[in-house]
């Protein structure tokens, strides 16, 4: 069994800056998770992919947020970061954290980030 949990979501203004981290907690070894990320959804919109993140550190970003836009994950701390730049109105949406573990899917609850003036 995994478990994620997200923090850091909220409301900020276009341009500003906001980080978002996950806590993954797991029965078993954490090493097993191969791959880490984060997904978004806004309303009336479907799921989709923001970025994700290897156990050897590869990356894959959407094309909307590169260059804005970097995950990280700490494999000691079985975290895992988004840091959000140059936010814009369009990047709002329910966030969440996601995990893969062998062949199952693991989501969190999502976190709320909300770019308003």
């Known amino acids: 069994q995994v478990q994620l949990v997200e923090s850091g979501g909220g409301l900020v203004q276009p341009g500003r800056s906001l980080r978002l981290s996950c806590a993954c907690t797991a029965s078993g070894s954490i090493f097993s998770i191969s791959r880490m990320g984060w997904y978004r959804q806004a309303p009336g919109k479907q799921r989709e992919l923001v970025a994700t993140?290897?156990?050897?550190?590869?990356?894959d970003y959407a094309d909307a947020v590169k260059g804005r836009f970097t995950i990280s994950r700490d494999n000691a701390k079985n975290t895992v970061d988004l840091q959000m730049n140059s936010l814009k109105p369009e990047d709002t949406a329910v966030y969440y954290c996601?995990?893969?573990?062998?062949?199952?899917?693991?989501w969190g609850k999502g976190t709320l980030v909300t770019v308003s003036s």
């Open positions: 996601y995990a893969r573990r062998m062949t199952m899917d693991y």
């Open positions: 993140i290897t156990s050897g550190a590869s990356t």
